[in-house]
C-alpha cells in the first residue's frame, strides 16, 4: 500500500515532517514523498529536509518559479504520470499552497482517495491566494483533519459529510514541540548581537502587503518607530526582497539602522529568534501559530486570519497595515504580558492520530 505525500514550498515541510515519522507505525504502508520544487532553494528547502530529519523526497518534479497558474498546470502536468504509476491507496496534501491544489486535483481527476492535512481554515478572503487553494482542495478532499473547531465548523457550513472530518490538532506544533529544545542551542542572538526580550522579529511575504509600494511603505513607517525601540530582525522571503531592491525602497531601509535585514533563516535559528523574542510581526500563517504555543506576543499585519483560534486564546492580535493601529498594538503588547492559553490538541501527537485515522479509513 503506497501512500504518495506531498511538499512543495516551505511551511509545507514542518508539517511533514511529524507524518513522514509517524507513518513508521503502520508497517504495511510504504510512504512515498513528493516535492513538487515550488521551492528551491537551499534556505528556503534543502535545509529544512536537513534540520527536520525529513527523508530525501522520492521525486522532485523540479517545477520551480512562475505565475501561479503556470505553476499549477506544470505542476500537475508532471504529478499525473507519477500518480498513474504509482497507483498509490491515496494522495495526501498539507497546507494551502499551490502544490496543495495542484496535486490535490490531480488525485480527485484520476480518482485516488484525497487527504487535506490542515483542512477548513478561512479568512473569507477570495483576493487571497491561498484561500482560493484551501476552498478548492477542501471541496474534492475524502478526509479532512482539522487544527482548530473553526475548520471543522466552516466545513460543516460548506456541507461537507462530518464522516469525513477529523479534529486532529496541529502537526506544525508537533515539529515544534519536537525541535523546542534543540534549537536552544542555536547561536543566532549570539550572532546577531541580540538580548533575550530585547528585540522583535518582523517577516513578510504575502503579495498584498509586498507588492503594492504603498502597503509596503505604510508598513515601513511602522517598523520605523519599533526599531527606534528595540532592534527588529528581519528575515527576508525572496519575493520581499525583490520589492526592497527599488532604489527609494532601499533608502528608506537603510536609514532604519536598528533594521537588521537577514536571509531567510532556518527552522532552528527562526524557533530561537521568535522563542526569545519581545513580539513578532508577521504577515504569515504558520507564525501565528508558532507565537501561540511560545507564548510570544504576535501583531498580525493583516486584516483578517484563517486562524481565529490564535486571537481568541489572546496571544494573536490582527492590527492590519495602518501605522499608527500597529505602532499603538505594539505599545500595548510590550506592557502587558501574555497569557495566553493553547488550543485544544496542539500537545505534539497530531501526527499519530492522522495516522491511526488513515489506517483505519483506508
Ligand atoms: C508560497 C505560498 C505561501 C507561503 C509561502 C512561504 C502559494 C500560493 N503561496 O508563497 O502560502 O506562505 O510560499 O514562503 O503557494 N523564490 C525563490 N526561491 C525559492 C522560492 C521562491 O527565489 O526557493 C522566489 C521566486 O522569485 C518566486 C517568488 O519567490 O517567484 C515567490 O515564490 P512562490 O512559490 O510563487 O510563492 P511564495 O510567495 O513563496
Redesign the pocket.
Known amino acids: 500500500m503506497k501512500i504518495i505525500n506531498v511538499v ?4 509545507n515541510f514542518m508539517k511533514i515532517a511529524p507524518l513522514m515519522a509517524a507513518y513508521a507505525a503502520w508497517p504495511q504502508v510504504t510512504p512515498m514523498l513528493v516535492h513538487t520544487g ?4 537551499q534556505q ?2 534543502q535545509l529544512f529536509f536537513r534540520q527536520l530529519g525529513i527523508p530525501e523526497p522520492d521525486l522532485n518534479l523540479g517545477i520551480g ?2 505565475t ?1 497558474v503556470a ?1 499549477t498546470a506544470e505542476i500537475m502536468r508532471a504529478f499525473e504520470p507519477v500518480v498513474r504509476d504509482q497507483a498509490p491507496v491515496a494522495v495526501l496534501v498539507v ?6 491544489l495542484a496535486c490535490g486535483l490531480v488525485a480527485v481527476k484520476l480518482g485516488v482517495p484525497l487527504v487535506h492535512v490542515e483542512a477548513g481554515l478561512r479568512s473569507f478572503d477570495r483576493t487571497m ?2 484561500e482560493v ?1 484551501r476552498v478548492l482542495t477542501d471541496a474534492v478532499s475524502d478526509l479532512l483533519f482539522c487544527t482548530e473547531q473553526s475548520g471543522v465548523d466552516n466545513l460543516a457550513h460548506e456541507g461537507v459529510s462530518d464522516q469525513k472530518v477529523f479534529l486532529v490538532g496541529n502537526v506544525m506544533v508537533d515539529t515544534l514541540l519536537k525541535n523546542r529544545q534543540k534549537a536552544e542551542a542555536s547561536t543566532i542572538l549570539e550572532d546577531l548581537s541580540l538580548c533575550p526580550q530585547g528585540y522583535a522579529v518582523l517577516t513578510l ?3 498584498s502587503n509586498v507588492d503594492d509600494p504603498l502597503v509596503l511603505g505604510r508598513l515601513l513607517d511602522a517598523i520605523d518607530v519599533v526599531q527606534r525601540d528595540r532592534p527588529v530582525v528581519f528575515p527576508v ?3 520581499t526582497r ?1 520589492q526592497l531592491s527599488d532604489s527609494t525602497m532601499s533608502r528608506r531601509i537603510a536609514a532604519q539602522t536598528n533594521l537588521k535585514l537577514i536571509d531567510p533563516a532556518g527552522y532552528l535559528d527562526f524557533l530561537k529568534l521568535i522563542a526569545h523574542a519581545s513580539c513578532v510581526l508577521t504577515d ?3 507564525i501565528q501559530e508558532e507565537t501561540t504555543i511560545l507564548k510570544v506576543p504576535c501583531l498580525t499585519l493583516r486584516d483578517n486570519t484563517e486562524r481565529p483560534v490564535t486571537v481568541d486564546i489572546g496571544s494573536n492580535r490582527l492590527v492590519g497595515t495602518d501605522p499608527g493601529r500597529i505602532v499603538a498594538a505594539y505599545r500595548d503588547v510590550l506592557a502587558g504580558s501574555c497569557e495566553a492559553g493553547v488550543p485544544p490538541l496542539w500537545d505534539g501527537h497530531a501526527a499519530e492520530r492522522i495516522v491511526g485515522i488513515l489506517r483505519a479509513q483506508l
Not at 515550488?38 to 532553494?41: E, F, G, P
Not at 497546507?95 to 496543495?100: F, K, P, Q, W
Open positions: 512543495g514550498a516551505r511551511p515550488q521551492h528551491y532553494d528556503m528547502s518559479s512562475g501561479a505553476q497546507g494551502d499552497v499551490n502544490s496543495t491566494p491561498e487553494n511575504h504575502r503579495p522571503h525572496p519575493r525583490r504569515s500563517g504558520g
